[in-house]
Structures are given as C-alpha cells and as structure tokens.
C-alpha cells in the first residue's frame, strides 16, 4: 500500500523556521519524485517543490526559491521541506505526493500526481 504521510506543520511567527517532514513508502522511490503542493483558502494548489529521489535533482517554485530547501534522508524514505524566513503568504495547508511528471514554466512549478498524504497545517502569524 502507497502510503505518504506529512508531519512538522504548526504555527509560526513571521520569520521563523519550520521543517516538514514526508515519510514514504509502499514503492520504489526511484519510480517517482516526491513534491510538495500547498493550498491557501481560497486559492488554487501550487506546487512548491520536488526532488527525483533517483538522482537528487531539485526543483522550486519562484516563490520559494531560496527560502525553502527539499532534501532526502540517505534511505530515501523520508523527504524534508525545510521552510525559513516563513511569511504569513506561507500559510497554507502542505501536501506531500508520489508525482510522474514534474517541470517548471515560467517559475511555476508543475507537477503530476499519482498518491497523496493528508497534508499538514502551516499556519505563519504576523
């Protein structure tokens, strides 16, 4: 069973630091990339980010490039969404996904999902 399962959201102030955490398993992790969505009410989900677990190769939206950081652990089980400098427009709720298909077109971040975690709650006071 595909399983993707989000921890490490939370309220933050303005400025601080969060690390979101996605543990993965029930495939290969060569067979997919893993990217993180978020959703804002009322807006549209926007792909933030996405790591080929197969070569490391990493991938950001315009509007967290270097403000957020994706990594993996060395097994692959586990990928990180390191969020700093967090603004109150970074509250949202972050979804973690197995995505097929990933690129970036004028700095938006497409991606294409196959399996979904639960998502996570950011929530950045001002």
């Known amino acids: 069973e595909v399983q993707l399962v989000e921890s490490g959201g939370g309220l933050v102030q303005a400025g601080g630091s969060l690390r979101l955490s996605c543990a993965v398993s029930?495939?290969?992790?060569?067979?997919?990339?893993i990217g993180w969505f978020r959703q804002a009410p009322g807006k549209e989900r926007e792909g933030v980010s996405c790591?080929?677990?197969?070569?490391?190769?990493?991938y950001y939206a315009d509007s967290v490039k270097g403000q957020f950081t994706i990594s993996t652990d060395n097994a692959k089980s586990t990928v990180y969404l390191q969020m700093n400098s967090l603004k109150p427009e970074d509250t949202a709720v972050y979804y973690c996904?197995?995505?097929?298909?990933?690129?970036?077109?004028?700095?938006?971040?497409?991606?294409?999902?196959?399996?979904w975690g639960q998502g996570t709650q950011v929530t950045v006071s001002s």
């Open positions: 996904a197995a995505v097929h298909s990933w690129g970036l077109r004028l700095g938006i971040l497409h991606m294409e999902s196959d399996y």
């Open positions: 029930g495939f290969s992790p060569d067979d997919y990339g």
């Open positions: 790591i080929s677990t197969s070569d490391g190769s990493t």
